[in-house]
Antibody, heavy 118, light 113 residues
Framework: QVQLQESGPGLVKPSQTLSLTCNVS??????????WSWIRQPAGKGLEWIGR???????TYNPSLESRVTISADTSKNEFSLKLNSVTAADTAVYYC??????????WGQGTMVTVSS | DIVMTQSPDSLVVSLGERATINCKSS????????????LAWYQQKPGQPPKLLIY???TRESGVPDRFSGSGSGTDFTLTISSLQAEDVAVYYC?????????FGQGTKVEVK
């Protein structure tokens, strides 16, 4: 059973870069036909899709964040990562990683809270 | 972007009664080549990630109780909980996966009367 676990700093200063990693266990990230995604949720608010990386390495980003986002994968560590630069308080949220085969699935991490504050 | 709009924003239902949540997309999410609606429903409880309930608008995820059902096509969709249980108190989201960015409705909070 594939499991995902997010990790990274819980506190990031404004204007700096938020960096999170999603460790994948139970299967390699570079096989099969899967999208490895990042989604975020500000406290008490709805869900926002950030972007994804396909098994082949192709990335797709939400245009609202595209200028600040990079999603990459490290197959040697079996993990994929999110970098969001020039953060502001509006980027404070719970960040989730997820996997799907092109349609929704229940393969989600538990989420990690990131606060942007000086 | 495809905008997803849910109604109502909140719902108070007695135990054992029916709960109905609506979701409308700003454009059709029906893919004509396979006649599938690219629409999912999630349930989210506090402190937990969303849990997938329904995909392809009406296909129940494995393990999801049959009191949950999804219907609709094109731009109008409904999630029905046929007999509300205490454990169904949660926020429910619809999501389209027809295009990117994938977008979610704003959520509907379901509470017990």
């Amino acid at each position: 059973q594939v499991q995902l676990q997010e990790s990274g700093p819980g506190l990031v200063k404004p204007s700096q870069t938020l960096s999170l990693t999603c460790n994948v266990s139970g299967g390699p990230i570079n096989t099969g036909s899967y999208y490895w995604s990042w989604i975020r949720q500000p406290a008490g608010k709805g869900l926002e899709w950030i972007g994804r990386i396909y098994t082949s390495g192709t990335t797709t980003y939400n245009p609202s964040l595209e200028s600040r986002v990079t999603i990459s994968a490290d197959t040697s560590k079996n993990e994929f990562s999110l970098k969001l630069n020039s953060v502001t308080a509006a980027d404070t949220a719970v960040y989730y990683c997820a996997r799907d085969p092109g349609y929704p699935s229940n393969i989600w991490g538990q989420g990690t809270m990131v606060t942007v504050s000086s | 972007d495809i905008v997803m709009t849910q109604s109502p924003d909140s719902l108070v239902v007695s135990l054992g009664e029916r709960a109905t949540i609506n979701c409308k997309s700003s454009q059709s999410v029906l893919y004509s080549s396979n006649n599938k609606n690219y629409l999912a429903w999630y349930q989210q409880k506090p402190g937990q990630p969303p849990k997938l309930l329904i995909y392809w608008a009406s296909t129940r995820e494995s393990g999801v109780p049959d009191r949950f059902s999804g219907s609709g096509s094109g731009t109008d969709f409904t999630l029905t909980i046929s007999s509300l249980q205490a454990e169904d108190v949660a926020v429910y989201y619809c999501q389209q996966y027809y295009g990117t960015p994938r977008t979610f409705g704003q959520g509907t909070k379901v509470e017990v009367k």
